[in-house]
C-alpha cells in the first residue's frame, strides 16, 4: 500500500477488496430476509428514474448506509473524500436506489462530508460499535442474526449519538425513519427501542464497555474492543511498544487523519503559492452546520480558509486538518500544482535525496508518489527509472507525472523487479525499494486496513520484502545508496529486514540518516521511524545502506 496517496487513493481510501467482517461480536451472516437487493459487485448502472423520490429520508443516512453495505459484502470502495461529479455521487444514487428502493434528494457539499465522516467513522469503530449494540439488543441471537442493513443503520445512528455528538432526539428520529422506509415498520421500531436504550446509558455514563483487567489476552480483548482495533494487533503492539504507547497509537488510529500537501516545485509551483491559494479557498464548517442542521434543517453557510501549517520538516510541505473537499474542487491536484503526500513519504525521499543527473531507480514505484517528488528535487536533469509489476498502478503514475510536468526524466518499466534484476547489467547511482508492506503506519488514513490485515500476513510479507530487497541490491552501482522503506511501524518488516539483509550482504553498510531527517526521527541505529501517535505523522521506516566501492588493487 502506499504511503503516499495519489488522488485515486485519496478517493478510495477504504479499498474494501478483501474485506472480512470484524470479527466479535460474531454474527451469523445470512442473505437478506426483506425485498432489500444486494448490488452486485462492482456492477454500476445508469440511475433508474422509476426509484421515487423520498425526501422523508436524510440523504446522507441512506448514502451512507448503502456505501457500508457496499463495502461489507465486498467488492467495492469508500470514497471517503467524496468529489462531487466525479462520477461516484451519481452512481452511488443508482445504488441507493436499487439497495432502498427509493431515491433521496441529491447530496450538497455538506452530505458529501457528513457520508466520508460517517462511513470512515463507523468503519473505524466498528468492533466498538457492535459491542454496543450486542449488549443494548435485550437477546444477544437478535443481535446475531440481525440483517445487514438493519446493523448499519444502528452502527450509524450509535456512531452519531456516540462520536459525532449530534442532537441524539435528531439521530433517533432520523434513523428509525431510514430503517421504516427501506425496511418495514418493526425495523424502526427496533432501532428506536435500542437508539434509545443508548441514549439512557450515555446519560447515566454507563455504556457497557469491558474493563482493562484479567491477564494480558483478556487486557488485550478488552482494549481492542475499546479502541476498535483487532486483538493481534493490540497484543503484537503491547509486547514491543507497552500499554500506554498502544493504547496512544490506536487514539491516533481513530482521531480524523490530516493529510499534507506537497508543493509541486518540478512545474514551478513553490510552498508559498501554495499557502497563497490555501488562503482564498473556503472550507465549510461541518460540525457547527451538523448540530443546527440536523435538528431544525437550518442551513448556515459559515465558511473559513482552508486551515494549514508549515510542514517543520520539508520546505514543500504544508498540512491541512480540514479543507480537503475545497483544494480538490479547486483543481489544484488535477492541474499537478500539488500532490496529496504524507510528510513521512516526503521524508523518506529526503533519506535518498536525489540529486540533478543522478540515475535513480525506484523499485516499486507505483502510484509514484515518491518517483514524482524525486523527479521534482532533480530539476529536470537525470534519470528516474520507476519499476512496478502493477500496470493500472503504473499507468496513473505516467499520467501523473505528465500532469505534473516532470514526465521527461521518467521511464516507467512494467515488471517484476526480480525478473527485471535478473535480466539486466544496468546500476544505478541510487536505488529505492519502497516495499509493499502491511500498511500498520497508515491506520488513520485506511479505515479499513486494519480489519483487512491478519498477522499470517506478516510472514508473507516479510518474504516477499527479503526478496525484493536481495534482487534491488544487484542494481546498485559499487559506492551507491539502497534505500530500503516501508509504511508500517512493525520492527518485523523494517529494523528486522535490514539487519537480516546486512547478514546477507556484507557489501552493504549502513549511512545513517541524520544528515537529512531532524533527529527526533533518528534510531539508534541510524534508520528513519516515524512513531504517528509521537510525531503526528504516518508510520513509516527507511534505512539508508551504501556499497562499498570496489577496490582498485596497483
Ligand atoms: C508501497 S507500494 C509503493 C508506493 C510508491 N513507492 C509510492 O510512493 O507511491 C508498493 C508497490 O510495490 C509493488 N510491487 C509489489 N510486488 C512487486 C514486485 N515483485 N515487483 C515490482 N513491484 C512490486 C506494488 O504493485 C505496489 O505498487
Excluded at 456 to 485: F, I
Amino acid at each position: 500500500m502506499a504511503q503516499v496517496l495519489s488522488l485515486q487513493e485519496v478517493f478510495h481510501s477504504a479499498d474494501t477488496r478483501h474485506a472480512r467482517p470484524a470479527k466479535p461480536p460474531q454474527r451469523t451472516t445470512h442473505k437478506f430476509k426483506t425485498s432489500v437487493s444486494v448490488p452486485k459487485r462492482g456492477a454500476v448502472t445508469p440511475l433508474r428514474k422509476t426509484h421515487k423520490l423520498n425526501s422523508d429520508v436524510s440523504p446522507h443516512r441512506a448514502v451512507s448506509a448503502v456505501r457500508l453495505m457496499r463495502i461489507e459484502m465486498g467488492g467495492a470502495f469508500a470514497d471517503l473524500l467524496n468529489e462531487k461529479g466525479k462520477g461516484s455521487g451519481e452512481n452511488e444514487m443508482g445504488y441507493v436506489g436499487r439497495t432502498l428502493g427509493f431515491r433521496t434528494k441529491d447530496l450538497d457539499d455538506r452530505d458529501l462530508r457528513l457520508v466520508t465522516d460517517v462511513v470512515g467513522g463507523t468503519i473505524r469503530w466498528r468492533r466498538y460499535l457492535d459491542h454496543l449494540i450486542c449488549s443494548l439488543c435485550h437477546d444477544e441471537r437478535v443481535f446475531r442474526s440481525m440483517e445487514p442493513l438493519l446493523l448499519q443503520i444502528l452502527r450509524i445512528g450509535f456512531y452519531e449519538i456516540l462520536k459525532l455528538d449530534m442532537p441524539p432526539y435528531a439521530v433517533v428520529d432520523e434513523n428509525v425513519r431510514l430503517a421504516k422506509a427501506a425496511l418495514r415498520p418493526g425495523a424502526g421500531n427496533l432501532v428506536n427501542g435500542i437508539l434509545r436504550k443508548l441514549l439512557v446509558v450515555k446519560d447515566n455514563d454507563s455504556l457497557p464497555l469491558p474493563k482493562v483487567e484479567g491477564d494480558d489476552r483478556t487486557q488485550a480483548r478488552a482494549l481492542a474492543t475499546i479502541h476498535s482495533h483487532p486483538v493481534w494487533m493490540v497484543r503484537r503492539w503491547t509486547k514491543y511498544l507497552g500499554q500506554e504507547e498502544t493504547v496512544r497509537l490506536m487514539v491516533w488510529n481513530n482521531s480524523d487523519p490530516s493529510f499534507s500537501l506537497r508543493a509541486n516545485c518540478g512545474k514551478g509551483f513553490s510552498r508559498d503559492d501554495l499557502v497563497k491559494q490555501l488562503q482564498v479557498l473556503k472550507v465549510l464548517d461541518l460540525y457547527l452546520l451538523v448540530g443546527i442542521n440536523a435538528t431544525k434543517n437550518i442551513i448556515l453557510d459559515f465558511q473559513r480558509k482552508v486551515p494549514h501549517e508549515l510542514s517543520l520538516h520539508l520546505d514543500d510541505f504544508v498540512r491541512i486538518r480540514t479543507g480537503m473537499q475545497a483544494v480538490l474542487q479547486a483543481g489544484l491536484l488535477k492541474q499537478g500544482l500539488c500532490a496529496v503526500q504524507d510528510e513521512s513519504a516526503g521524508m523518506v525521499v529526503s533519506v535518498v535525496d536525489p540529486q540533478p543527473n543522478e540515475t535513480i531507480i525506484d523499485c516499486c514505484a507505483a502510484p509514484g508518489g515518491k518517483t514524482l517528488y524525486m523527479a521534482a528535487l532533480m530539476k529536470h536533469h537525470g534519470k528516474v527509472y520507476a519499476i512496478d509489476v502493477n500496470k493500472g498502478r503504473l499507468r496513473i503514475l505516467k499520467d501523473t507525472a505528465q500532469v505534473h510536468q516532470v514526465d521527461g526524466i521518467i521511464t516507467t518499466v512494467a515488471a517484476d523487479l526480480r525478473t527485471f534484476a535478473e535480466e539486466t547489467k544496468e546500476k544505478y547511482d541510487k536505488v529505492l525499494l519502497d516495499a509493499p508492506c502491511s500498511g500498520l503506519g497508515v491506520l488513520s488514513k485506511r479505515a479499513d486496513l486494519r480489519w483487512n490485515r491478519r498477522v499470517e500476513d506478516l510472514e508473507e510479507l516479510t518474504n516477499l520484502q527479503d526478496e525484493l530487497l536481495d534482487a534491488a541490491s544487484t542494481l546498485v552501482r559499487p559506492g551507491g545508496v539502497l534505500v530500503y522503506s516501508t509504511c508500517s511501524i512493525d520492527p518485523e518488516e523494517n529494523e528486522e529486514r535490514v539487519e537480516a539483509f546486512l547478514l546477507r550482504h556484507p557489501e552493504f553498510n549502513i549511512d545513517p540518516v541524520d544528515r537529512w531527517i531532524p533527529a527526533a526521527f533518528v534510531t539508534n541505529r541510524g534508520f528513519f521511524a516515524s512513531n504517528p501517535a509521537k510525531h503526528s505523522v504516518d508510520g513509516a521506516f527507511a534505512a539508508r545502506l551504501v556499497r562499498a566501492s570496489v577496490k582498485r588493487t596497483s
